[in-house]
């Protein structure tokens, strides 16, 4: 574990007790329903979870953000993934406003963010811009003081549950803006809510927004800024889309330990196999080296320096070895391990999302070379 401060000590401790206590008991039964829970939401909030990345005098942390955010991360997502993912999308949806908001937009929206009661939408994702965000077509039309918005957002995490979004559209020809939301506003509809595979409780919903009239003064930054902000934020949210598979992994590997050492196959423990002992030898080995990744790129974010290789690595390495793990483990507890009465079937469909959301893990690996390939003096 990292080198942390007593008061760090205190919080994960906090975290985690709340997570097994609280959270944990009904994730499996918020997972059958596939819906969002807003009881798990407000158990975040009230741990201040949702709010890390906002101002101190705001309820964020004074120091080591991204590190406490995705050691938090972790603990949570040994219960429950999808209350994990809610505490990723409130500070990736947050980002554009803590990065290039205003004074006046920083006042208005960062109280409400405070109260750990208002949800907020990131906006990017398209039917045809995922990982590509620069293939975005939602547009902005300028009439007057305001702007008509008009596109398709889909995959968007929280949409259908937020009451605050931040919105990535075209404001020129190949000119990327952000502007902030309120969800409430005349001409947003919402479309399909996803059946996905795994992830079922958490809210994941088509927004449609039809010439909706938005002021000026909810541009985020300048015209045009829209596209370093977004590259900017995948910089903060891939650790902890990382610390997320961890969880994930974590919570997979020990109940695979667990089974392994009470079940008994041809005269002994199924974990004196030499087979079994590979295999969690394998997982908890890829879970320290991914941790040390993950860590890294979060420290190296809290100290303002360029994280974006450490952390595509980290998001990329840590999301394949949970989808590794999770696999093994429903291996190792056999038909127990493909039953919805051991949570480790719930982790392994969870896992898979890893790999793709927040950039794909090919894209990482592209980012990572292309990186390397910029140390070097190589120019793109």
Not at 64 to 85: G, H, R
Not at 178 to 188: E, I, R, S, Y
Not at 287 to 316: F, P
Request: hydrophobic share 40%; glycine share 8%; with cysteine.
């Amino acid at each position: 574990m990292a080198q942390l401060k007593d008061y760090q000590k205190i919080i994960l401790s906090e975290i985690s007790k709340m997570a097994k206590d609280k959270i944990l008991p009904m994730a499996g039964t918020m997972d059958k329903e596939g819906k969002f829970n807003l009881d798990s939401a407000k158990l975040l909030g009230e741990m201040g979870l949702l709010q890390i990345f906002l101002p101190p005098e705001y309820g964020g942390l004074e120091e080591d953000q991204c590190l406490m955010f995705c050691l938090c991360i972790e603990e949570v997502a040994k219960a429950c993934a999808s209350s994990a993912l809610t505490i990723i999308i409130q500070a990736v949806g947050s980002f554009p406003i803590i990065e290039a908001g205003s004074s006046e937009q920083k006042d208005t929206y960062f109280p409400r963010l405070a109260s750990g009661k208002e949800l907020v939408a990131y906006l990017v994702t398209e039917p045809h811009a995922g990982s590509d965000v620069a293939a975005i077509k939602t547009k902005s039309v300028r009439k007057g003081d305001n702007y008509l918005l008009s596109g398709r957002k889909c995959f968007a995490t929280n949409g259908g549950v937020a009451s605050i979004s931040t919105v990535l559209c075209l404001t020129g020809e190949k000119e990327l803006s952000f502007f902030v939301l309120d969800m409430n506003a005349n001409g947003v509809f919402l479309g399909k809510e996803e059946d996905k595979l795994g992830f079922r409780a958490s809210n994941t919903q088509e927004v449609i927004l039809e010439d909706v009239l938005i002021s000026e003064k909810n541009l985020l930054g300048k015209k045009g800024e829209g596209f370093v902000i977004a590259m900017k934020d995948f910089d903060m949210s891939r650790p902890g889309v990382a610390a997320l598979s961890l969880g994930i992994a974590e919570s997979s590997v020990e109940a695979a330990i667990e089974y392994a050492c009470q079940r008994h196959t041809f005269g002994k423990p199924l974990i004196r196999h030499q087979a079994i002992e590979f295999m969690i030898a394998d997982a908890l080995t890829h879970i320290e080296a991914g941790r040390g990744l993950m860590i890294e790129a979060a420290r190296t974010w809290d100290k303002k320096l360029k994280n974006t290789k450490l952390a595509s690595m980290a998001k990329y390495f840590c999301s394949d070895a949970a989808m590794r793990i999770t696999t093994d483990a429903v291996q190792i507890l056999g038909g127990y391990g493909y039953c919805k009465d051991f949570h480790v079937e719930r982790m392994f469909r969870d896992a898979k999302l890893t790999q793709i959301f927040e950039g794909a893990n090919q894209i990482q690996r592209m980012v990572v070379g292309r990186e390397a390939l910029k140390e070097r003096g190589f120019l793109l």
